[in-house]
């Protein structure tokens, strides 16, 4: 019997009961809501979503939906310090489009990056990350720049094991240890220059989504095809997306660029200065 709103309504709410949420349903948005009855604070659910994914993995998506749901209303709930807590302190890669604030309206730490990313930091909680919000600095005292600091030898101390493959006589290396950070080792300097310095062309860097950075050794016109498709299908995948744009990484720069089918990439700038 295929699955309806309503049918679905029933199910999340069984799943969802506990004496210290609150569960609604919003008809008009095809929306289902989890809050906590303290705060308000939850999270909204596009019912449409999960049936799209009910139908296709069955009681397994909702397996997965209550766990994340319930884990991340389980970090809304929590007061987190970070004085004591400074190696689990990272920093987490996002799209430009990335939100400024939590939907409670708290600002979000972060740092620009490039023009396609912009750099964020989460306190690692085991299963979970909580984004670090401004007034968490300004309670303890500390600064961006601690914050910076911090995070960034963190990252530096993650492990880079890759995955190789060799496409067309190009090389290409894919780091996806599912930790939450494989797109954040872009940051780790030393990592790109031990990559660049051991490149044969052209060194491209890629995070089409969070769980996973990819380097690409470009040795011919064919890798900046290969490479085009290979972060768009990522992208398209992934489950926190980030950029189907790669960079190429020279003199400690990441530059985004566009790669033109049968030719070597270009950014808009180099394009103008074409015309």
Do not use: C
Not at 66 to 79: D, G
Not at 230 to 240: C, I, L, Q
């Amino acid at each position: 019997m295929k699955m309806n709103s309503i049918k679905m309504k029933k199910k999340l709410e069984e799943r969802f009961h506990n004496s210290e949420w609150r569960t609604s349903f919003n008809r008009d948005k095809d929306k289902f809501r989890v809050e906590w009855k303290e705060s308000g604070q939850g999270i909204s659910i596009s019912i449409p979503n999960v049936i799209a994914k009910y139908e296709v993995r069955g009681e397994a998506a909702l397996d997965e939906l209550q766990y994340h749901v319930s884990e991340a209303l389980k970090v809304m709930n929590e007061t987190h310090e970070l004085t004591g807590q400074e190696r689990y302190i990272f920093p987490v890669i996002r799209a430009t489009s990335f939100p400024r604030k939590t939907k409670a309206g708290k600002k979000l730490l972060f740092s620009e990056h490039t023009a396609e990313t912009r750099i964020y930091y989460a306190l690692d909680l085991g299963t979970s990350y909580k984004l670090l919000e401004e007034e968490m600095l300004e309670a303890e005292g500390w600064t961006l720049d601690r914050i910076k600091e911090i995070s960034t030898f963190n990252v530096r101390s993650l492990e880079n094991k890759s995955k190789h493959d060799q496409v067309a006589d190009n090389d290409f290396y894919f780091i996806a240890s599912q930790d939450g950070y494989d797109a954040s080792r872009i940051l780790n300097e030393s990592l790109l220059e031990e990559m660049k310095a051991n490149s044969k062309g052209e060194l491209a860097v890629a995070v089409p989504h969070q769980d996973v950075l990819i380097f690409a050794d470009i040795q011919n016109k064919t890798g900046y095809d290969i490479l085009a498709q290979m972060t768009m299908k990522f992208f398209a995948e992934g489950r926190v997306p980030i950029t189907s744009l790669p960079f190429i990484y020279e003199d400690k720069k990441l530059e985004p660029v566009f790669i033109l089918a049968k030719n070597r990439p270009a950014n808009d700038s180099r394009k103008d200065d074409e015309k």
